[in-house]
């Protein structure tokens, strides 16, 4: 364990996931999501590879006992995905990023829901406190029937990566349950080609031919997100996930930074209190999983018998 290295590798790897969104951002007035997420999933590909040669994993690394389990977890993070590209095109990063922390809040639901997880009133308190946060980011866009026609389109926007927030906790559900048997080699390796055969259905739809510099934009996007992919892998080797999982938040800063020089975007004092709410939702979870795990470690050491 080495939780200072932990945490570098967290912050690169959220690094890294804001200057890809920040790609697809710039290449999205012209090329359709669902091209995006073609390239976005296609260039992740040989990143992954290169891992897998490098570790001496590449025989081994790839097998699976439940491709169907792939399936349906790249289907519902293909969703995701082209939902949270299409908003990027829509809203100010930093109120994309926002949004996307409701996916943490809602996985909370989703896996009483079906994984049959309790939720007590401590993890539900924050669950409410959550939602009420993605209600206050969304208050501004609720009144589509008054305004003017961009901010219609912001409305939209807002309304998909909500949309994109639910496919993304469904997506975990599926994981909680893959990890049980699929290495993460495997189960990042059949995302991106369950992601970028879906994404081909997308092309009677509209595809376009990506300038130069589009094409640049789209390439770097997959190349990072698999380089992001293997950091945020590899961060949690060094450290609990209670430790590093708090600073995936610094992903607002980095957006607020890059939407104020780059796109010049200035998030609002209600998307900020909005965010405020819903990161402490997000650290309150965070924290009660860990008295959760420290708890049935405790179990455990108590029922296994000494020697």
């Not at 109120?95 to 809040?105: C, I, S």
């Not at 007590?120 to 029937?145: D, E, K, M, N, Y």
């Not at 595809?207 to 590899?234: H, K, N």
Request: aromatic share 10%; charged share 10%; net charge positive.
């Amino acid at each position: 364990m080495n939780p200072l290295r932990g945490i570098v590798l967290k912050i690169l790897s959220v690094t890294i996931f804001v200057v890809m969104a920040t790609c697809i951002k710039a290449a999205a007035a012209h090329v359709p999501p669902g091209e995006t997420v073609f390239f976005r999933s296609l260039f992740a590909i040989p990143v992954i590879l290169i891992w897998l040669i490098a570790q001496h994993n590449l025989a081994h690394g790839l097998e699976t006992k439940n491709l169907m389990g792939h399936f349906w977890r790249g289907l519902l993070g293909t969703a995701a995905m082209g939902l949270g590209f299409t908003a990027l095109g829509l809203l100010p990063l930093p109120e994309v990023t926002a949004l996307g922390y409701a996916a943490p809040v809602l996985t909370v639901i989703f896996a009483a829901m079906f994984l049959g997880e309790r939720i007590r009133a401590f993890r539900l308190s924050a669950v409410v406190l959550g939602l009420l946060g993605v209600v206050v980011i969304l208050s501004p866009r609720l009144t589509v029937l008054n305004i003017e026609t961009a901010d219609k389109l912001e409305t939209i926007g807002a309304i998909l990566m909500i949309m994109g927030a639910v496919f993304i906790a469904l997506a975990q559900v599926f994981l909680r349950k893959l990890v049980s048997t699929e290495s993460t080699a495997a189960i990042v390796f059949y995302f991106s080609i369950t992601a970028t055969l879906l994404s081909l259905l997308t092309l009677p739809f509209g595809w376009v031919m990506p300038t130069a510099t589009e094409f640049a934009l789209l390439i770097s996007a997959g190349l990072l997100g698999g380089l992001g992919q293997i950091f945020l892998t590899t961060s949690y080797r060094y450290a609990d996930t209670s430790v590093i999982a708090p600073f995936e938040y610094t992903s607002i800063l980095l957006a607020v930074v890059i939407g104020y020089t780059v796109f010049d975007e200035v998030p609002t004092i209600t998307v900020l209190a909005g965010v405020s709410l819903v990161v402490g939702a997000g650290l309150i979870i965070i924290y009660r999983e860990r008295q959760l795990g420290l708890e049935r470690d405790k179990q455990r050491r108590v029922m296994t018998p000494q020697g």
